[in-house]
């Protein structure tokens, strides 16, 4: 995470992340699996966010995100619901469906079940897409605590990295 946004919880960082999409009149949707809306419910709790988000896609299920969001089920058998891959599409069928400038996509597994050795409780996988990206930005990370400290630390890797964006470009 970058230093500039070490310390602030998650309402800070929408609040910032409105501020800035609203100054360059861009908007934001999401694509959410593991965090379960958390990420947008961050977003929509920022008075006016309606001048910069206009929707999300909690995609818990995997017919979800091929029916929806056009996940190919290929990517799915081939690497899972939890992997870069996939959280890339998702990302991008946010994007086309929004219409928005960027989108943001979390995969993972919040436990406290669930994981395996290649994937186990605490990864979680991540994607933005954006206009000015030539493809989707995609990570993993692994979280530390129960489920609750997993999904919260996920929406606020997730909002601090789409900052970075928008100050790199």
């Known amino acids: 995470m970058d ?3 070490t310390g602030m919880d998650k309402w800070q960082l ?8 609203a100054a360059c009149g861009q908007r934001v949707t999401t694509a959410e699996s593991c965090t379960g809306g958390g990420v947008a419910a961050a977003i929509t709790e920022i008075a006016g966010s309606s001048a910069w988000f206009d929707m999300a896609v909690v995609s818990y299920s995997n017919d979800i995100k091929q029916r929806v969001l056009g996940v190919p089920e290929s990517l799915l058998h081939q690497h899972g619901a939890v992997s870069e891959p996939v959280a890339a599409a998702m990302a991008v069928g946010a994007q086309q469906l929004a ?3 960027w989108a943001l996509a979390v995969s993972g597994v919040a436990g406290p079940g669930g994981g395996t050795a290649a994937k186990p409780v605490g990864m979680v996988c991540f994607a933005i897409a954006g206009t000015v990206l030539a493809t989707p930005l995609t990570w993993t ?4 605590g129960d489920r609750h400290a997993v999904r919260e630390q996920s929406i606020c890797a997730l909002l ?3 900052l970075q964006q928008l100050a790199a470009h």
């Open 14 to 21: 929408a609040a910032e992340l409105g501020a800035r999409l």
């Open 141 to 144: 990370q692994h979280f530390a």
């Open 160 to 162: 601090s990295a789409l």
């Open 3 to 5: 230093e500039r946004y």
């Open 99 to 101: 219409g928005a400038d």
